[in-house]
């Protein structure tokens, strides 16, 4: 059940069709979903169980490596990986697919992205020579036999070949697999916003791979659920339960925008975007790296040496989009922690569902379900 | 009335004896209000009113230039100034007072600290030669006679010399005495929360000069105050208040400790603060300065060249320092918001206070004032 | 002598009619330079002798604070100051003169901006309400009676108003009249470039306030003739005469252009003149703020709020503006070097003009005098 | 031949016992040299020719995972790729060794280390869960069929392992390969220097990947070799010799200490060495990714959480540092050219080396060889 459906809103701004990044146009996402072996049989490294994947999310699907799309960086806790940082910050731009995967298959990822695209397109070599594919990570290992390498290169050409606009999957699949979130289970979510015509009219897309959080910090639109849920629960008296979480974990947010945004304003939306991370209860703990990347699909930085004339979004025209940014990337979250479906894993440990009933009942005692809740 | 007099609790440390800035040991604050003209008469740049002022935040009163502290510097949203931000992002230290005040007094307050600090000890001139203070600022000029730079040398010495420990005044006094806060009158706040002893026991202090933020943002312990008052408020026909906010703005964080953090870690307690701000509501707007600064009175960088030995705080056991700052840094701007009073000022311009009884009715209706809530 | 009548050439690139940041058009410069008080007589705090001042530099001088134009910022070593910084590094722009000085008058220069920018036109009052002036620093302290606060806020008007296109003064004027540069009397340099027609033809022009390096580093196009000088030059006894040097000190580097280049590529050319000053032999030692701001007056940052379309120039084509700003840094820098005359001050003490017969020499021997080089 | 062979002596701190990277105590470097296949069979896209390699440095070989050092960051220009960058500007520590190697094969190299770290030391999988490897990259897809991906993980395994002290190999071996510099064949270079005792006798430690620049911008030793190479040269009527260069390209510089130093203050390291790039000739070139890891063998970043008392070199102590890895970081890049060989690669291509004796006609011509120059 995603957060509206629960009822819940955040902010004021609409949403768009699907309220997913692939609202913006052109952007595809696409998933590999690695999930197979017993959780109790995984007591060795190498045997599984395999509790991970790969998602893919291409800025648009017409020759990416020749046709960049301005992109910006930030970092909110740096400890994880986004390679091509360095690249955007000084190109200003990305000009590969972003893959998303597990911390110790980032570097399968990046091999089979530059594979993929040298092999689709081999004229790359002569006219490029070489690209810096951006993969990003989350640390699934407390599910996943992560020291077993279970991502391979062609989970990396299934998930590239996967995307595709229209409805984006969330939850439990993709590189969100595995991943724990707020001390349940957490995955993949998206979102978006439409701003007023009069501000443009455009469209703010967000996707994360959420991974991060202490439960007591969890934070459902304003409501302290995760403080108000560990007062009541009785803890399970089986250890293999994940409880409160440690600040360990990570979190990966991309923001896809039609507005024609330069790297440098890029980078300042991934900045704001990282406050809606803060409103659901991150704190950028010490040990979770949560990097942020917005990149917009209208403006093209050239290729070509010289001067060209484009339309940019100046001045305060901003704002919305900050605001766009910050409220889908919140919002992105709660879905990602409510289309999450309980998971058992590495040594027989299991990483449980919030309990939605329960959510429901504390947001309604907190006077903030709008009267669309389903119930 | 504070927040907590309100009966909010933000998070879930403990604060220190005063909820102030002022409970890290050795820290201390003074005020210089300038408030003088009338409203109505304002008509003339120069002629007042003002409605501005100074506040200084001394790390501690040893020979602060000889005995520098560790300091690390963010900038959430930079349209705005924070001087020695290089100086402190170089050294990972400040060696003066910090002051705040309006934007177009920054000049006259970095030029009377660098007159305070050698006057009162003349050997400075051959030990150190030069300083370089830390002086920032927000954008009083919607209430103020900005333009006819009211703030004199005399009132900066003057918030150095008041400068005491014990409590802090909060509200529209000092710097904050004609600032503004999601369409509301704000100015200065501040907080502090004591660590477990099994996590150190260290304070963290934080105060805030506030200046930002659209009214429909505004989120008081998670409640979406600015939107539940919008929609019932009739607004006033005099154009003259205050409404909505434009973005505009600015807001200065100065956080304190007494762990033993150095620059580069301080750098990373200011980033996370300013989570604490946009929980309140702040996108970091393109117009609002809000920058962040964190010092530790325990780290002392060495002045002498050479090899020291000391200790520092390392590891994981940042992570509840950085949870402090957040919830510090968003009751502080809480209580900037509560303490201050409607204030009058050029061009017959009117920024009211927030009606508290409406915040205490909404708190109600969504649950969250703890039982403590005085009424 | 500037470098080039010495007979040095630095780079390929040919220079602008003046070989100066006046040979951007629009930019226009101006010193107040405050020397008066027997060098002697200096012996207390306040009564001088004042050898310091005040430059300007002005980016157009049509309205700057309506009409800003792109701009960014680099830290070589942060130890340092100049304002508006965060603002230059949020917006990719200023709106102001740029106004250098020595260390502690940065605030009654900034106080001054203010006021001269809002007596001029009192309309900005409500039109801006604001400005937040670039004012850098350079510490003339050894020489100059720095805590005497010598500079005036009528030598900044003075410098302001005295502002013009045309040949630009270097050496001992303005806010280069205090300072050292590799053990020797340094000052205000400035030199430009011309790129080719196929390159686009800009031109970029840079100034530099120099006083930074230790003597034994000091590099004249490539020759290391601090170490040659060191190895054959009799100390003088009186060690009132300034030696080696001893890393204290500070750079500003002021880098303008007409090509038409964002903030973010302008950070990119404001990090590469960094190697010119390295070239010279900075180390950007430890107590040595280099600081570099590059601006384009071309690339003009709208200021209402919308898209709108502007030439930019991009990708490669920005080499040869990395390289000129590279190349006219170094002979910037050669040129306060060779232009400052040798000055007495503070305490008796005396800074050096560098023996140019010495320099041209030593060039002579190795190789490295054009045949244009007058002897 | 190296610089010192050839009689040029950089700046004026005295050199290692091997002037290599090596000389900091515990640092290991060891390479993988892939180079088969004709040049002139190499037509398509996989069979080769293979010009291209690994080098890993070890900080040290004792259980870098768990023991990580202190490091800094700095990027002169981002296009390239350094992984892990995010994290050690985030926690101011490495924990893994660094591999080099070609731009394709990073993914490769990151998957190698990964399995490496974790197939040695399987008790990793519960102690720390993941790594995040440091790998950079420079291009050598001009001679190498780098589309081919002809690195494996065996090969980054033989690296790895290979890894001692003692004498550094330099020149066309390891990632060193395939690389060109100034338009010559480049490759891998080391350097170092030792500081006075009583600067504390504190060794710096150079490696250098190059693979950037323009020959009309190569400097030896102060001396404009490539341009005075250039106006004498022939150039060869064959095509498939490469020639000027054309800003394209890469540069990676390790920097090693046992001097204890903080990850801020590596950071600062890290970025004065990029000085010595430009020495060189070097202009951060828009398509040239030139990054600079710093790292210190003594600082140990406490993994514990807790407080921890350590030495740490403060103040302008630091200053010596700063110069040794400048001289250190020039001389390391001479000695990649010097030491390079003349090689041929993809579609028959040919880097030349650079001819010495040429170079050391020129040295002379411009009084620059010590009377220790082999001739």
């Known amino acids: ?143 996943n036999d992560s020291a077993g390498f279970h991502v391979t290169r062609e989970h990396v050409v299934q998930a590239l070949d996967a995307a595709a606009d229209g409805p984006v999957e969330e939850g439990c699949v993709g590189a969100g697999t595995g991943m724990h979130l707020f001390g349940f289970k957490g995955g993949i979510g998206t979102s978006s916003r439409v701003l007023p015509a009069n501000a443009g009219g455009w469209m703010v897309g967000v996707l994360v791979l959420t991974n991060f959080g202490r439960r007591s910090r969890l934070t459902v639109d304003g409501v302290p659920v995760g403080r108000l849920l560990e007062s009541t629960e009785t803890r399970a008296p089986d250890s293999t339960v994940a409880g409160e979480g440690d600040d360990e974990g990570s979190g990966i947010v991309v923001v896809a925008t039609d507005a024609p945004l330069d790297g440098r304003q890029l980078a300042r939306v991934a900045k704001r975007a990282a406050l809606g991370l803060g409103r659901t209860g991150s704190t950028g703990a010490n040990g979770s790296g949560e990097l942020l990347v917005a990149f917009s699909t209208t403006y093209a930085p050239g290729q070509a040496a010289g001067v060209t004339s484009k339309p940019i979004l100046e001045g305060s025209a901003i704002d919305p989009i900050f605001t766009a940014a910050i409220d889908a990337t919140e919002e992105a979250v709660l879905n990602a922690l409510f289309m999450a479906t309980t998971t058992d894993g590495r040594l027989g440990r299991v990483e449980r569902a919030i309990p939605i009933d329960r959510v429901r009942e504390l947001l309604r005692q907190h006077g903030r379900l709008s009267s669309g809740g389903a119930e």
């Open 1 to 143: 059940m995603r957060a509206r459906e629960l009822g819940i809103t955040i902010g004021e701004l609409p949403v768009g069709t699907r309220n997913a990044i692939s609202d913006v146009a052109g952007v595809a996402v696409g998933h590999t979903t690695v999930h197979w072996g017993d959780a109790q049989a995984g007591l060795s490294v190498g045997q599984g169980p395999a509790r991970t994947g790969v998602t893919s999310i291409w800025p648009h699907r017409d020759d990416i490596v020749r046709k960049p799309v301005s992109a910006g960086f930030f970092a909110l806790s740096g400890t994880g990986e986004m390679t091509a940082r360095s690249e955007i910050e000084e190109l200003g731009r990305i000009n590969t697919p972003i893959v998303l995967t597990n911390t110790m298959s980032v570097g399968v990822a990046y091999d089979a992205v530059c594979r993929y695209l040298f092999t689709r397109d081999p004229s790359l070599s002569d006219d490029e020579g070489v690209v810096i594919p951006v993969v990003a990570e989350c640390d699934d290992s407390y599910l």
